[in-house]
């Protein structure tokens, strides 16, 4: 009977397939950067595209109305891209609209859910804002924990048993600790709350429990046991307290979206608007720093054109990758590092 670590990484960076770099780019980064880089990454193709070109870029861009025609594109892709999203932010925050029976329904389960809560970790009221009412929630699990670990010190079992109680239940400790310590002091509305919450691996911890108590149901005492359920309990509440804020979240981002959208529209279709009307390449016939002035010009002008699209693309690389991430609830294990291994119990 053994157990595989690794296959149990509770932070989201462990669990990475890929490179973290990567994932870092995708969720960690200020939604500003990534936009900068996308940006940059636009302004340096069209250049090194316009260099290498065995045709000089200023014949090119001289040759028919290419620009003309860019602008014209990306004027019309523009208003529509802003309207689209800006149309389908409405709809999702639309679901918060509703008659008073369906309002006082949500508040009910609300209301009810917090009292579980309450109750779970031992507390009078559960507490209101996000961070603290998810570090209450993980804070309890440790504590859940610590009861089961003080009940198998205390008991004669098999040594392979309370080697995989004392490894499991010392995970479920650590981790927890970790992940109150990164809720310290969250705001909401900003990722680390999300990170934090994603960095709690509850998800194997529930499922390894569950197991437990059905495989050794025979050895465990009923205090063993009883902790265990406490435990389990605690970390099915954990579940839909963290896609209850995974969702306002979102609906948060996608607030911060439109209203960002706006802002860099007008100057994005200011300069496409200009460009369709007053750049006319054949005035740009000098070079700086051996590029020509036309290819600066137009790899500008382009690259703050398509700011709203690459504004969007840096808030939706989050949300998709936060997605991805969190698709099943409860003890389902989607990732393929989680899946290819599993607690040996022969």
């Not at 579980?116 to 929630?137: K, N």
Request: proline share 3%.
């Amino acid at each position: 009977m053994t157990t595989d670590s690794g296959e149990s990484s509770d932070t989201m960076r462990e669990r990475a397939a890929g490179d973290t770099r990567l994932l870092w780019l995708l969720l960690d980064a200020d939604r500003w950067l990534v936009t900068a880089l996308l940006s940059g990454v636009l302004f340096c193709g069209i250049l090194a595209v316009g260099l290498l070109h065995p045709t000089p870029a200023l014949a090119l861009l001289t040759r028919g109305d290419p620009v003309e025609t860019l602008f014209q594109a990306l004027i019309t892709g523009t208003i529509t891209a802003v309207t689209l999203v800006l149309t389908l932010s409405q709809l999702v925050l639309s679901q918060e609209l509703g008659a008073a029976g369906d309002q006082r329904e949500r508040m009910d389960g609300a209301m009810q859910f917090r009292a579980d809560v309450a109750d779970a970790v031992d507390a009078q009221v559960s507490p209101a804002e996000p961070s603290a009412f998810l570090r209450s929630l993980v804070r309890g699990t440790a504590e859940r924990a610590e009861t089961a670990r003080d009940a198998v010190d205390d008991t004669a079992l098999d040594d392979d048993l309370t080697a995989l109680l004392s490894t499991y239940l010392e995970d479920v400790t650590s981790n927890a600790d970790r992940v109150t310590d990164q809720l310290e002091g969250g705001t909401f509305g900003e990722f680390d709350v999300i990170k934090a919450a994603l960095n709690y691996n509850y998800s194997w911890k529930l499922y390894v429990g569950r197991r437990i108590r059905e495989t050794y149901a025979e050895e465990l005492t009923d205090d063993i046991d009883d902790s265990l359920a406490e435990l389990v309990e605690t970390l099915e509440l954990f579940g839909p307290a963290r896609e209850h804020f995974k969702t306002l979240y979102f609906q948060w981002e996608l607030s911060n979206l439109s209203r960002t959208l706006l802002y860099v529209a007008v100057p994005a279709l200011t300069v496409a608007v200009t460009s369709l009307l007053f750049l006319d390449t054949q005035d740009f016939v000098g070079l700086t720093a051996g590029v020509p002035d036309v290819l600066w010009l137009v790899a500008v002008a382009t690259t703050a054109a398509v700011l709203p699209f690459t504004v969007l693309l840096s808030y939706i690389l989050r949300i998709v990758t936060i997605t991805k991430r969190t698709l099943a609830i409860g003890p389902f294990i989607l990732r393929e590092t989680d899946r290819s291994a599993d607690v040996d119990w022969d």
